[in-house]
């Protein structure tokens, strides 16, 4: 019997957690990981806080599986432009989605589109160094707001707030650190459409945004008891905010506000953002909210809608339009209409929908390559019939960029910041890192990578 061989798309923390699980429960499977970007880890270098280096040390455990020559990277390849559904379907036994969920919800009212008015994951884009960010400029801005009460509406208000020496600990561009440490930002709000007991936020990352050295924490609301149901996190919630409350900050240089029980209903200006006007909300009995008619004005010239993510359907695969995911029993696609699509595997945002820590990708993908493993082993899956992703990219004339060349984009990233006496400064721009790839590289684009 042939070795079988499986295609990744995506190699997020999803990806890579299900090219472990692989190695891990395979003896001999080859693995394939397609990313459309030359580098790998997706969130985990482009959405998780450059200050939270934590967090950002896992990189080293979803780099293990590289370590593997049954293992190969393909960035720079595109589902549906480089690569088809088909051609993936036709040259491996089986191929798992890990395609993240890389669109945002919008808030559906006025002036929403106004210039200041950004995507949180655009500003997140764009202080993580993605190549496809826009600049974020912040001149002028001295009220900012956030929508949505979960990590990331956390994220986007601390890194406003940090203060400068906070920001160049981090890896964040220059051209991001000199426009982050020299704004003149002094409120920035946070605002939920329910409670603070209903909030998605966790409470370490809440406790952390509430206790920023030199940041007054406003507090808009009386805060309720504990409810009888609450769970940990919740009561945790609402200590944190408890204590914020009683906080005083001497000499303060800017406030945090949060503000529950209010929705956008506007935002205001000629020509960009100059206010939000907000509406009081109240329960509606069945876990959401109604307006209750009553409205106020903030004047602030930026507002950053933290309110979800959502999937993006993925060339010739299954979309469910209502969840934003690839519609799956476990794990294993299933056309829309519930028929199963054999040899077709997801994992994580795009499996599931976009919630949970890079953690929960860990036995979500499990979850998925073990059902992967049962069909491979029951003889369900036919045997690839075309050309594997280094076959079909050569026989095109492209050029990948390998693992070898995510190492020499790293060490140009790491000397990038000796030299500024950072750990590291990203290479933020498409043509600096094709620059590194095209010069820095120490192998063939198509070469499976030794053993480590
Ligand atoms: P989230 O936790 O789902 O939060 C979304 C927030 O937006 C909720 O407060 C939600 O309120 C609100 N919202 C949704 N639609 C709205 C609307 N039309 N108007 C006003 N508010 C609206 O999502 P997230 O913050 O994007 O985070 C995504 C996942 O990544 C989460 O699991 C999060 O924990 C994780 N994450 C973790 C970290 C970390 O560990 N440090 C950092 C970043 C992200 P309702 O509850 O009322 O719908």
């Given at each position: 019997?042939?070795?079988?061989?499986?295609?990744?798309?995506?190699?997020?923390?999803?990806?890579?957690?299900a090219?472990s699980?692989?190695?891990?429960?395979?003896?001999?499977?080859?693995?394939?990981?397609?990313?459309?970007?030359?580098?790998p880890?997706?969130?985990?270098?482009?959405?998780?806080?450059?200050?939270?280096?934590?967090?950002?040390?896992?990189?080293?455990?979803?780099?293990g599986?590289?370590?593997?020559?049954?293992?190969r990277?393909?960035?720079?390849?595109?589902?549906?432009?480089?690569?088809?559904?088909?051609?993936?379907?036709?040259?491996?036994?089986?191929v798992?989605?890990?395609?993240?969920?890389?669109?945002d919800?919008?808030?559906?009212?006025?002036?929403?589109?106004?210039?200041?008015?950004?995507?949180?994951?655009?500003?997140?884009?764009?202080?993580?160094?993605?190549?496809?960010?826009?600049?974020?400029?912040?001149?002028?801005?001295?009220?900012?707001?956030?929508?949505?009460?979960?990590?990331?509406?956390?994220?986007?208000?601390?890194?406003?707030?940090?203060?400068?020496?906070?920001?160049?600990?981090?890896?964040?561009?220059?051209?991001?650190?000199?426009e982050?440490s020299g704004?003149?930002?002094?409120?920035?709000?946070v605002?939920?459409?329910?409670?603070?007991?209903?909030?998605?936020?966790?409470?370490?990352?809440?406790?952390?945004?509430?206790?920023l050295?030199?940041?007054?924490?406003?507090?808009?609301?009386?805060?309720?008891?504990?409810?009888?149901?609450?769970?940990?996190?919740?009561?945790?919630?609402l200590?944190?905010?408890?204590?914020?409350?009683?906080?005083?900050?001497?000499?303060?240089?800017?406030?945090?506000?949060?503000?529950?029980?209010?929705?956008?209903?506007?935002?205001?200006?000629?020509?960009?953002?100059?206010?939000?006007?907000l509406?009081?909300?109240?329960?509606?009995?069945?876990?959401?909210?109604?307006?209750?008619?009553e409205?106020?004005e903030?004047?602030?010239?930026?507002?950053?809608?933290?309110i979800?993510y959502?999937?993006?359907?993925?060339?010739?695969?299954?979309?469910?339009?209502?969840?934003?995911?690839?519609?799956?029993?476990?794990?294993?696609?299933?056309?829309?209409?519930?028929?199963?699509?054999?040899g077709?595997?997801?994992?994580?945002w795009?499996?599931?929908?976009?919630?949970?820590?890079?953690?929960?990708?860990?036995?979500?993908?499990?979850?998925?390559?073990?059902?992967?493993?049962?069909?491979?082993?029951?003889?369900?899956?036919?045997?690839?019939?075309?050309p594997?992703?280094?076959?079909?990219?050569?026989?095109?004339?492209?050029a990948?960029?390998?693992?070898?060349?995510w190492?020499?984009?790293d060490?140009?990233?790491?000397?990038?910041?000796?030299?500024?006496?950072?750990?590291?400064?990203?290479?933020?721009?498409?043509?600096?890192?094709?620059?590194v790839?095209?010069?820095?590289?120490?192998?063939g684009?198509?070469?499976?990578?030794?053993?480590?």
């Amino acid at each position: 019997m042939s070795v079988p061989r499986v295609a990744i798309v995506g190699a997020g923390p999803s990806g890579l957690f299900a090219a472990s699980s692989l190695l891990a429960g395979h003896p001999g499977v080859l693995i394939d990981v397609l990313d459309r970007l030359p580098t790998p880890f997706g969130l985990l270098r482009y959405g998780v806080a450059p200050d939270h280096t934590s967090i950002k040390s896992v990189q080293a455990r979803l780099a293990g599986p590289f370590a593997s020559e049954r293992v190969r990277f393909f960035g720079l390849v595109e589902l549906g432009r480089t690569v088809t559904r088909d051609e993936l379907v036709a040259g491996y036994d089986a191929v798992v989605y890990a395609a993240g969920a890389s669109e945002d919800r919008r808030l559906g009212v006025p002036g929403e589109d106004l210039p200041g008015s950004r995507a949180a994951r655009d500003f997140v884009a764009w202080y993580s160094g993605h190549p496809d960010a826009e600049p974020q400029p912040l001149a002028g801005v001295r009220t900012a707001v956030a929508f949505g009460v979960g990590n990331v509406a956390v994220d986007v208000a601390r890194i406003l707030l940090l203060d400068a020496a906070a920001l160049a600990a981090t890896d964040m561009p220059e051209s991001v650190l000199a426009e982050l440490s020299g704004h003149r930002i002094a409120d920035v709000w946070v605002v939920g459409r329910r409670g603070p007991e209903h909030a998605t936020f966790t409470t370490t990352e809440l406790r952390e945004l509430l206790t920023l050295d030199g940041v007054q924490p406003v507090l808009h609301d009386p805060l309720p008891d504990d409810p009888p149901d609450a769970d940990r996190r919740v009561r945790g919630n609402l200590a944190a905010l408890r204590d914020a409350a009683a906080r005083v900050v001497p000499g303060a240089r800017a406030r945090l506000h949060l503000a529950f029980w209010r929705r956008p209903s506007e935002l205001r200006g000629s020509g960009a953002v100059e206010s939000v006007v907000l509406e009081r909300t109240a329960s509606d009995g069945a876990g959401g909210v109604v307006g209750t008619g009553e409205r106020e004005e903030v004047v602030a010239q930026m507002v950053l809608r933290a309110i979800g993510y959502r999937g993006k359907p993925l060339p010739g695969v299954p979309f469910d339009e209502r969840d934003g995911v690839v519609p799956n029993t476990g794990g294993r696609v299933v056309d829309v209409d519930g028929s199963p699509r054999v040899g077709e595997y997801v994992v994580g945002w795009i499996k599931r929908g976009p919630i949970g820590v890079i953690g929960t990708n860990k036995s979500d993908a499990a979850a998925t390559v073990s059902l992967l493993l049962e069909d491979l082993a029951s003889g369900i899956l036919p045997a690839p019939t075309g050309p594997d992703a280094g076959e079909l990219l050569a026989a095109q004339g492209l050029a990948a960029s390998s693992f070898a060349d995510w190492e020499a984009i790293d060490a140009a990233e790491r000397a990038r910041g000796a030299g500024r006496g950072r750990e590291r400064t990203k290479v933020e721009t498409w043509h600096a890192l094709t620059d590194v790839i095209r010069f820095g590289r120490t192998g063939g684009p198509l070469e499976r990578e030794p053993e480590a």
